[in-house]
C-alpha cells in the first residue's frame, strides 16, 4: 500500500467514527461516576496527602521525594511523582470535590482507549478499522476494569497505561520513519510519563523488542537494538527512585492478611497457591464475576498441588506459550497477544518475589489488551487476517464479540455502581469475597461509622449489632486480626462493657503486641479505674513505639501528672518541643506540673 493510501486508511470515515463512539461509551459506561465518593485509598492519596493539599507549589517536592511520606513515616517504596503531580494540579482546579477527580478518571480513560484504538491500527494496519474498533471496545467495557476507573487513587493506572499504549505506538512509527526524531522524543517522552507515575511499567521496555520481532519481523540482533532507548530510560528511573528513596526506611508492613503467600508453610504449598493465583487472572478475563474490592486472607487459600487448579493454571500458562509459537507465522497478531499478557502479568502476579496483596483486578488492567488482541482474529478467516475487509469476517464469531461487548457493558454499570461510596464498596466486598477478612472488617468498619454519627437510638443500635458480627466473622476466618480485635474492644467500650473492651483490646496485642491504638485505649480505661500503675504500663509501651503520638504524649503526662512524677510530665514536654510539635493540652500539663514542682 502507498504512503498516500495508508494517510487516507487511517483518517477514513471509519475511523473517525469508531473514535467517537468509543469516547461516547466511555461516558456512557462511566458517566455515573462523576457522581461518587473518594473510597479506600482516595484519602490517602488525596484528601490526607500533604503535597497535593499544597497544590502546584508542591510538584517539585513531588519529584524530590517519596509520593507518601506521611504513610506510617516512611514513603512505603513508592516513587510516583507523576501521579501526585496531577492530583496537586487537581486539587487546584476542584478542591476536594471529588466530582472534578471522577472527570479527570473519565478523560484519562478515554485517552487510554483511543491510545489502544490507535495502537492497534498501528500494530495491524492493512486490517479493517472494525478490528481494531471491536477490540477496543472489548477492553473498554470489560468489567475487570471497573476498579480503575471508578477508584480516583487508580490514576496511577491511567497515566501509566496511557504513557505505555502511546510510546510504543510512536516507536513503531519511528521505526518506520527513522529519520524523524521527534517521534522517538515522544515516544520517549511518554514511556517517562508511565515509569514516573507506576514503577511496574519497567517491565513494558520489553515489549519494545517483542513488537519488533513478532509483527515487524525483524531479526532478535535488530529487534534487541529497539530495546536499548527504553531500557535506558528504565534504568534512569530506577536510578532517580534510588538517589530520592535512599536515606528512606522502606520497610512494608506487609503480612498474611494481605498477602496469602506470607503464610506459605512449604515451597511446595507456595508455588502451588502461586499457579492457583494465576489461574484467577484467566478466570477473571473469561468471566469477570463476581468483583470485589480485595481478596486478601483467606479469599483465595493456600493449597497445594495435590489440587486440581494450580495445574490447571500451569497447562494454560504453558499452552499459551506454545500457542504463541505456533502461530507466530500464521497469526502475528495472536502471538503477539500472549506474549504482551504474559510479559506484564509478571510483575504484579507474586511469581519471583512477593507484594503487598495477593491478587488485584487492577493488575489485569494492561494485561488484558494482549488476550483481546489476541484472540480477536477469529472473528476474520484464517486467509484474511493480513487483510481483513468486512468480507473478511465470519459472522458467527463476529456476532460473539458484539453480545459479549453487550454482556460486559450490563456487567461494568451494574459493577460501577458498588464503587459509589464506601458503604456501598464494603457491602458488595462481603457479598462477592464473604472469605476475606479484610472485606469483612471494611464493612464492619464503615458500620460502626454510621453507629457513630447516628442519632437514632434504634438505628444507632442496629449498626452496631451489624459492626459486632462482621469483625466476629472478620476474627472468624483470621484470628490473629489485631484490627478487628481492637475494633470489637471499641464496640464494647461505646456500649459501655468495659470488660469486654479489655479482653479485646488484649486480645489484639496478644496478635501484635506493638498496636498503638490498644495500647492507648487499654491506658485510658485503667486510668478511669485509678489503676495508674497499668495505665502507665501501656502508655510506656506506646511511647517505646511512636515517641511522637500526640495522644500517647498527652495521655502518658496525665498519668504522670496524676502520680506526681512531675519531672516525667516536663521530659515529655521537652521531647514535643525538640521535634517540633506543638500539643496544646500537653504544653497545659507541663506548666501544672512546672508551678507544683516550685516550694
Known amino acids: 500500500m502507498?504512503?498516500?493510501?495508508?494517510?487516507?486508511?487511517?483518517?477514513?470515515?471509519?475511523?473517525?467514527?469508531?473514535?467517537?463512539?468509543?469516547?461516547?461509551?466511555?461516558?456512557?459506561?462511566?458517566?455515573?461516576?462523576?457522581?461518587?465518593?473518594?473510597?479506600?485509598?482516595?484519602d490517602l492519596f488525596v484528601r490526607n496527602h500533604p503535597m497535593v493539599q499544597e497544590g502546584v507549589s508542591a510538584i517539585p517536592s513531588a519529584f524530590s521525594q517519596g509520593s507518601m511520606p506521611h504513610f506510617k513515616g516512611s514513603n512505603f517504596q513508592i516513587y510516583r511523582p507523576a501521579?501526585?503531580?496531577?492530583?496537586?494540579?487537581?486539587?487546584?482546579?476542584?478542591?476536594?470535590?471529588?466530582?472534578?477527580?471522577?472527570?479527570?478518571?473519565?478523560?484519562?480513560?478515554a485517552l487510554v482507549i483511543l491510545a489502544c484504538f490507535e495502537l492497534i491500527r498501528k500494530l495491524f494496519p492493512t486490517v479493517h478499522p472494525a478490528y481494531a474498533g471491536l477490540g477496543?471496545?472489548?477492553?473498554?467495557?470489560?468489567?475487570?476494569?471497573?476498579?480503575?476507573?471508578?477508584?480516583?487513587?487508580?490514576?496511577?493506572?491511567?497515566?501509566?497505561?496511557l504513557g505505555c499504549l502511546l510510546s510504543l505506538r510512536y516507536a513503531i512509527s519511528f521505526w518506520e520513519k527513522p529519520d524523524d526524531k521527534r517521534r522517538l522524543l515522544v515516544s520517549s517522552l511518554a514511556y517517562a510519563l508511565a515509569l514516573f507515575s507506576k514503577e511496574s511499567a519497567a517491565a513494558f521496555c520489553i515489549v519494545f523488542p517483542l513488537t519488533a520481532f513478532v509483527v515487524r519481523r525483524e531479526s532478535w540482533k535488530s529487534s534487541l537494538k529497539r530495546l536499548l532507548p527504553f531500557l535506558g530510560l528504565a534504568m534512569g528511573f530506577v536510578l532517580v527512585r534510588f538517589l530520592v528513596l535512599q536515606d528512606v526506611n522502606q520497610s512494608v508492613e506487609t503480612t498474611v492478611i494481605e498477602n496469602v503467600l506470607y503464610g506459605a508453610q512449604s515451597l511446595?504449598?507456595?508455588?502451588?497457591?502461586?499457579a492457583a493465583i494465576l489461574f484467577y487472572y484467566w478466570k477473571l478475563l473469561v468471566w469477570p464475576y463476581p468483583l470485589s474490592w480485595d481478596y486478601s486472607f483467606n479469599q483465595i487459600p493456600l493449597t497445594s498441588w495435590s489440587d486440581a487448579w494450580p495445574?490447571?493454571?500451569?497447562?494454560?500458562?504453558?499452552?499459551?506459550?506454545?500457542?504463541?509459537?505456533?502461530?507466530?507465522?500464521?497469526?502475528?497478531?495472536?502471538?503477539?497477544?500472549?506474549?504482551?499478557?504474559?510479559?506484564?502479568?509478571?510483575?504484579t502476579s507474586n511469581i519471583f518475589f512477593l507484594n503487598g496483596t495477593t491478587f488485584a483486578e487492577r493488575f489485569l488492567f494492561l494485561p488484558s489488551l494482549g488476550i483481546i488482541v489476541a484472540a480477536l482474529p477469529l472473528i476474520g478467516k484464517k486467509d484474511k487476517v493480513e487483510s481483513m475487509a468486512w468480507s473478511g469476517f465470519t459472522a458467527l464469531p463476529s456476532i460473539v464479540v458484539i453480545?459479549?461487548?453487550?454482556?460486559?457493558?450490563?456487567?461494568?454499570i451494574s459493577r460501577t455502581k458498588d464503587w459509589k461510596d464506601n458503604m456501598t464498596l464494603f457491602a458488595s466486598g462481603v457479598l462477592n469475597a464473604p472469605n476475606s477478612s479484610r472485606t469483612q472488617m471494611g464493612y464492619a468498619t464503615e458500620l460502626m461509622n454510621k453507629a457513630e454519627k447516628s442519632m437514632v437510638l434504634q438505628e444507632r443500635n442496629e449498626w452496631i449489632a451489624g459492626s459486632r458480627e462482621a469483625f466476629r466473622r472478620a476474627l472468624e476466618i483470621w484470628p490473629d486480626n489485631a484490627v478487628a480485635s481492637y475494633k470489637l474492644g471499641l464496640i464494647s467500650a461505646i456500649t459501655g462493657?468495659?470488660?469486654a473492651a479489655v479482653s479485646n483490646y488484649r486480645r489484639s496485642l496478644k496478635s501484635r503486641p506493638d498496636y498503638v491504638f490498644s495500647l492507648v485505649n487499654l491506658s485510658s480505661i485503667y486510668a478511669a479505674r485509678q489503676q495508674f500503675d497499668s495505665a502507665q504500663f501501656f502508655l510506656e509501651n506506646a511511647f517505646a513505639v511512636d515517641s511522637l503520638n500526640e495522644m500517647v504524649l498527652t495521655n502518658l503526662a496525665v498519668v504522670n501528672l496524676n502520680?506526681?512524677?512531675?519531672e516525667a510530665v516536663v521530659r515529655l514536654g521537652d521531647v514535643a518541643v525538640r521535634n517540633g510539635k506543638q500539643i496544646p493540652k500537653l504544653e497545659e500539663l507541663v506548666r501544672i506540673a512546672r508551678s507544683r514542682q516550685q516550694p
Not at 137 to 151: G, Q, R, S, Y
Open 311 to 347: 495445574w490447571i493454571s500451569v497447562v494454560l500458562y504453558v499452552g499459551a506459550m506454545i500457542v504463541a509459537w505456533v502461530v507466530r507465522n500464521r497469526q502475528p497478531a495472536s502471538c503477539w497477544g500472549l506474549l504482551f499478557f504474559l510479559v506484564l502479568i509478571v510483575p
Open 403 to 412: 453480545c459479549l461487548c453487550g454482556v460486559f457493558t450490563a456487567m461494568t
Open 2 to 42: 502507498s504512503k498516500q493510501g495508508a494517510k487516507k486508511k487511517s483518517t477514513s470515515p471509519g475511523t473517525s467514527l469508531w473514535k467517537f463512539l468509543l469516547v461516547a461509551m466511555v461516558f456512557l459506561v462511566y458517566g455515573s461516576t462523576v457522581k461518587f465518593d473518594f473510597v479506600l485509598d482516595d
Open 136 to 161: 477496543t471496545l472489548l477492553f473498554l467495557v470489560h468489567p475487570v476494569h471497573t476498579e480503575v476507573v471508578a477508584n480516583i487513587k487508580s490514576q496511577d493506572e491511567l497515566l501509566a497505561t
Open 497 to 499: 462493657d468495659t470488660v
Open 268 to 274: 511446595s504449598e507456595l508455588t502451588a497457591t502461586k
Open 563 to 566: 502520680r506526681n512524677n512531675h
Open 83 to 109: 501521579v501526585v503531580a496531577f492530583f496537586t494540579l487537581e486539587h487546584t482546579l476542584f478542591g476536594n470535590k471529588p466530582g472534578g477527580y471522577h472527570f479527570v478518571n473519565l478523560l484519562l480513560y
